[in-house]
């Protein structure tokens, strides 16, 4: 009898905790319990680095704290989040509780910047998540992931609003390099985000395990499922004990957000006040071009270009490589059109990247050639008149030198055009001339650095007094009388040059001299030919080679076109050469 009795007893017992964990199962979403979670990196946001973004400081007015930290109970929370119309379940237990009571206490300054921030950044993330038929609730995801920070970056490397590793992003088509990170892109970005989560869904068919996916990857979710028993098991709190510890806060964070992101005034924090509605547009970039050319021509300020295109790294763009989409305030887009090649043009040389260039260019100074080794002569002697005694030489070693002119602004002028006619830059002007505005006007005298050339004549050597100073011009003439022209002779007139000068000759000596037939004149300079690189003109080309222009233009039968291109061979006139073709110029022009 007892015994029967006690057996009855025993399987009712089991009956009783068979229920029991059922409902155990369906009830852990509101009674589960973690001290273990790790909370999300978005929770370390520093707002004052939050408060330094362009858009709150120019067109918004934050949420203001109200007064002291307003929570409330349990079931205010559950009764509020239940009423939230929303296509995920957003179930309330006492790890949604604890992260919904951070937000409003530590955490209150953060939400308030959020909100503001999510004034301009929720309406593209609603479109994305509409264009694909997603849940718009999914909206708050970058308020767990970055704290609506597009420039937020995690401690494993993701970076952006949704915060993608780069290998996702990648994978889903988005460019990262040193220039370019897609994953900052706003529009991009969240449209891609929409298209991954929507895979995710589409495994799951759960919207709890395709966020939690999104955080951990579908390997550790479908881990956690066969830990958890495999077959039958769907949710996200079923297998929540076996999840990554971070995963495990990650939905019920996703929660909170929703909740202080709706219900931030039943708190005591302010709603946003937009002081400006700021709308936007895009336009198509085919060029090389720096943000601080962009600002300067549309008058726009460089923050606010960076805030609008936070995926363009280093402030630029490289639209020679692909076309690329800038985005701009929507009275600017046609401004950028109207004004691309002022842009592109705005100083050029600052922005613009070598594409060729000479090893050992511009290292040490450059020599002319072509002019009858007047220069290598000069070097020589200064060498052999040093020999002996080993002296010192103290000499001008560059090939150009600056010179400090004064320009008088003339009407209609502006820095710009100075700038081009002395071919430097207009920041070089201002900072010569300690101009902020960057105006100026008719007859104001402005100082501007050049570097005019150094012709190899005009080089001076110092040496010690018992050496005797030999000079370009000295050589020139000793070539000249010279009647051999092979290179031992003009070694031989340099050694001579070099040496201290003889005592006077005779009378007869000298007749005899004078009776001998006179030396032959020295042979005519010599040409050089030079290949054109990107970047060059003929004025530079002039420059560079001691001539000018028009010598150019007529060894080369030009006319007076300028038109050169790279990879173009030009004939350099030597300078006496050039010096005729400019005389000849002249004196038709007087005719």
């Not at 919904?100 to 909100?115: F, G, P």
Request: proline share 5%.
């Amino acid at each position: 009898m007892n015994k029967s009795i006690l057996v009855a007893v025993f399987a009712i017992g089991l009956n009783a905790m068979s229920v029991m964990g059922a409902q155990s199962i369906l009830e852990i979403k509101n009674s589960i319990t973690d001290d273990n979670i790790i909370a999300p990196e978005s929770f370390e946001t520093q707002t004052r680095l939050l408060e330094e973004n362009f858009y709150l400081k120019n067109y918004v007015v934050p949420g203001i704290d109200l007064g002291a930290s307003q929570t409330a109970t349990p079931s205010e929370y559950e009764e509020r989040l239940k009423r939230l119309p929303t296509e995920i379940e957003l179930p309330y237990n006492s790890i949604v509780g604890n992260y919904i009571n951070i937000y409003l206490t530590k955490r209150r300054s953060l939400v308030a910047d959020m909100l503001a921030l999510h004034s301009y950044y929720g309406p593209i993330f609603v479109e994305e998540l509409l264009k694909e038929g997603m849940p718009t609730e999914l909206q708050y995801l970058p308020v767990i992931e970055s704290a609506i920070n597009p420039n937020a970056v995690s401690r494993a490397g993701a970076a952006g609003l949704w915060q993608f590793m780069p290998a996702t992003a990648k994978g889903l088509g988005m460019e990262v390099n040193s220039l370019i990170d897609e994953r900052r892109d706003a529009r991009l970005s969240s449209r891609n985000a929409a298209r991954y989560l929507k895979q995710l869904y589409e495994i799951y068919n759960d919207w709890s395990l395709a966020i939690a996916a999104y955080n951990c990857g579908p390997g550790n979710v479908n881990k956690a499922l066969r830990r958890a028993g495999g077959e039958g098991k769907k949710d996200y709190w079923e297998i929540y004990n076996y999840l990554p510890a971070e995963t495990r806060g990650y939905v019920p964070a996703f929660i909170a957000a929703n909740y202080v992101m709706n219900y931030y005034n039943k708190h005591g924090i302010s709603p946003t006040v937009i002081k400006r509605h700021l709308t936007t547009d895009t336009v198509q970039v085919n060029k090389y071009v720096h943000f601080n050319q962009i600002a300067a021509v549309l008058n726009i300020p460089v923050d606010e270009i960076r805030m609008l295109n936070p995926q363009y790294r280093k402030d630029i763009i490289p639209g020679d490589y692909r076309s690329y989409l800038l985005t701009l305030p929507t009275q600017q887009c046609l401004s950028y059109v109207m004004s691309e090649k002022r842009i592109v043009d705005y100083d050029a040389d600052r922005y613009a990247r070598r594409s060729y260039v000479e090893p050992g260019e511009n290292s040490e100074p450059e020599l002319v050639v072509g002019d009858n080794g007047v220069a290598n002569l000069a070097h020589a002697s200064r060498q052999t008149a040093n020999a002996e005694t080993n002296n010192e030489i103290a000499q001008t070693q560059m090939s150009e030198k600056m010179v400090v002119k004064t320009h008088v602004v003339a009407r209609g002028e502006s820095i710009r055009d100075i700038a081009r006619q002395y071919g430097v830059s207009a920041t070089d002007i201002k900072r010569w001339n300690q101009l902020r505005r960057g105006k100026v006007k008719e007859g104001d005298k402005l100082k501007i650095e050049v570097f005019e050339r150094v012709a190899p004549e005009s080089v001076k050597v110092v040496t010690a007094p018992e050496v005797a100073q030999v000079s370009a011009e000295t050589l020139r003439e000793s070539a000249a009388s010279s009647n051999a022209a092979s290179p031992a002779a003009t070694a031989a007139a340099s050694a001579s040059a070099a040496k201290p000068a003889a005592p006077a000759k005779s009378a007869s000596a000298s007749k005899a001299a004078a009776s001998k037939p006179a030396p032959k004149a020295a042979a005519a300079p010599k040409a050089t030919t030079y290949k054109v690189r990107n970047g060059d003109t003929l004025e530079k080309i002039a420059r560079k080679h001691g001539t000018t222009v028009a010598a150019i233009q007529s060894a080369n039968g030009l006319g007076k076109s300028t038109n050169i291109r790279a990879g173009q061979s030009l004939k350099i006139p030597a300078k006496k050469a050039a010096a005729k073709s400019t005389a000849k110029k002249r004196t038709r022009r007087r005719r």
